[in-house]
């Protein structure tokens, strides 16, 4: 009989990847494909539906051809995503109505302001855990049903898309339920991404009626929300469909809630921090949602078959790994691996700052309308200061979220365990431990956020048996320790509070 395996769908910001993992957590197949980035206006930025779904069929497919495996190998599939980003489609024809507004879509932070005079701050804050933000999926479906261009009926006529979101023709979800609904034909998410959502009451553990009629939301185009690790399963593939195989579709999890499952997290004081796109400090805080009195998000972080809720704290940093993007961009660096080389080629950034609030700033500051800024430049500054900067603003900015995740959970850190593609950068790994004077524990595989899908559905199905298992799994790559001596740390920290005032509130004109 041929070995069996879980394979694991994770939608990111810039790509979809599909993974297979053993017994062991090893990776035995492995396939990507980037999407396009779609900038409309300043500060508004959308992907293609269709073609992420196309794409999850393409790595998928390519995946398992390459890895020499059938896909009735597969016993279970899981679905991890970039959280927030949101799709409203027609329930009959399957076509989006709109592009996806994606997480960093700024376009209603009009909106978001108005909230706040209103006064809907604590209320939004109470129910949800979440800031009043226009990264959240409630004001972003608001203004796809406001502002999208009605689809056309038989009759040629366009009929309203609240009228039809109110008829219960429309969908909408983020792309666990958007992928999850191509694959099995049921409009389903999970608890933890329905608490990205800003509609979704994270105690109640439903739906909340009253912020779904101030976004004027209908219940009807809301999925379903189930477990994370769900052994009823949300449904299976279909035979006849591109994978050929009925294979149960049974764990979804937001990306940075899988990161924390794939690292084995699953006790209270847990902690970690991935560097992808943007960087997202999750800590588990069990079965209690602690409230945030320091610009925290209080979350979901998972639920697994017939258990209570496991919440989380969580610091969201909207740019890291694309801030070393940005540099290839304007072409400072060739490629990401240069700017280990160039940022130890100086033995210090000479006083430059990088603030790379390029789509404003997340936690602790929340500001929308912050903007990327660098200060403190001369005329002898050259590239490898500014990639320096930009590498120290990545370590800056995880700092100001460790101090409010100990202020908050009372739990002094020890060790904090990395993940995301920026950590197979050694020198930001050093640097990270040397400015927030803690342990940094990289693990053997790093690709975490696939793993902790694959072993949210793996424990649904049975493939194992407990999470005492996946913790065995767990190995350590390397650790980095403090090198920098603890005055000199505080020092160069001291004046990033200094830079990020810079770059507080600048994005007016381009609104007006």
């Known amino acids: ?43 508004w930025v959308e992907h293609d539906p269709v ?37 409203v489609w027609d329930e009959e ?21 108005e909230l706040q005079e209103a006064g809907m701050e604590d209320e939004i804050r109470e129910k949800t855990g979440l800031e009043v933000d226009a990264y959240f999926s409630a004001t972003k479906t608001e203004w796809i049903l406001d502002n999208a261009e009605p689809l056309k009926l038989q009759s040629s006529r366009a ?88 294979v149960p579709v049974a764990g979804a999890l937001g990306d940075q809630q899988a990161a924390l499952f794939g690292q084995t997290c699953f006790d209270a004081g847990d902690a970690k921090n991935t560097y992808g796109t943007g960087a997202f400090y999750l800590m588990n805080t069990g079965e209690e949602a602690v409230a945030s009195d320091n610009g925290l998000l209080t979350t979901i972080g998972f639920q697994m078959s017939g258990e209570p809720v496991q919440y989380a704290l969580e610091g969201s940093i909207f740019i890291a790994g694309a801030a070393i993007e940005f540099l290839e961009d304007i072409d400072l660096i060739n490629n990401a691996a ?15 700052y990088v603030v790379p609030a390029f789509t404003g700033l997340g ?20 590239k490898e200061h500014l990639v320096r900067a930009t590498l120290e603003s990545i370590a800056y900015q995880t700092r100001d979220l460790a101090e409010a995740m100990e202020a908050d959970s009372g739990v002094e850190m020890t060790s904090l365990r990395v993940d995301g593609g920026a950590v197979k950068n050694n ?28 072993y949210a559905a793996g424990l649904a199905v049975g493939y194992w048996d407990s999470v005492d298992e996946l913790r065995s799994n767990w190995q350590v790559d390397r650790e980095f320790s403090p090198e920098m001596d603890p005055g000199d740390a505080d020092q160069m920290y001291s004046r990033w509070d200094a830079a990020v005032e810079r770059s507080l509130d600048w994005a007016r004109e381009e609104d007006e």
Request: net charge negative.
């Open 1 to 43: 009989m041929p070995d069996t395996y879980v394979g694991a769908i994770d939608q990111g910001t810039t790509g979809t990847r599909f993974m297979v993992f053993d017994h062991g957590g090893q990776v035995v197949a492995n396939a990507y494909e980037k999407h396009e980035q779609i900038y409309p206006k300043p500060g």
């Open 51 to 87: 073609e992420i779904w196309e794409n999850t069929q393409e790595v998928v497919t390519r995946g398992l051809e390459e890895a020499g495996l059938e896909a009735d190998q597969l016993e279970a599939l899981g679905i991890t995503n970039q959280r927030e980003t949101t799709i």
């Open 93 to 113: 024809t399957g076509r989006p109505v709109h592009n996806a507004l994606v997480w960093q879509d700024r376009r209603t932070t009009d909106r978001v302001e």
């Open 159 to 246: 009929r309203d898309l609240r009228d039809r979101a109110r008829d219960g023709e429309l969908l909408m979800g983020t792309p666990d339920a958007w992928i999850i609904w191509n694959l099995t034909g049921n409009h389903i998410t999970d608890v933890s991404n329905a608490s990205r959502t800003m509609l979704f009451d994270i105690e109640g553990m439903s739906w909340d009626p009253d912020l779904l009629e101030e976004f004027d939301v209908p219940e009807a185009m809301l999925p379903e929300v189930r477990p994370s690790s769900d052994e009823n399963t949300y449904g299976h593939t279909d035979p006849d469909g591109f994978l050929g195989a009925e």
């Open 338 to 352: 240069q700017t280990a080389e160039l940022a130890s080629s100086v033995d210090s950034t000479d006083g430059v």
């Open 363 to 382: 936690a602790p500051h929340w500001d929308g309308r912050a903007r990327g800024t660098i200060v403190g430049m001369t005329r002898g500054t050259r």
């Open 427 to 454: 020198f930001l790994c050093q640097l990270q431990s040397d400015i927030i004077q803690t342990d940094i524990a990289r693990p053997e595989v790093d690709e975490t956020t696939a793993l902790g899908s694959a």
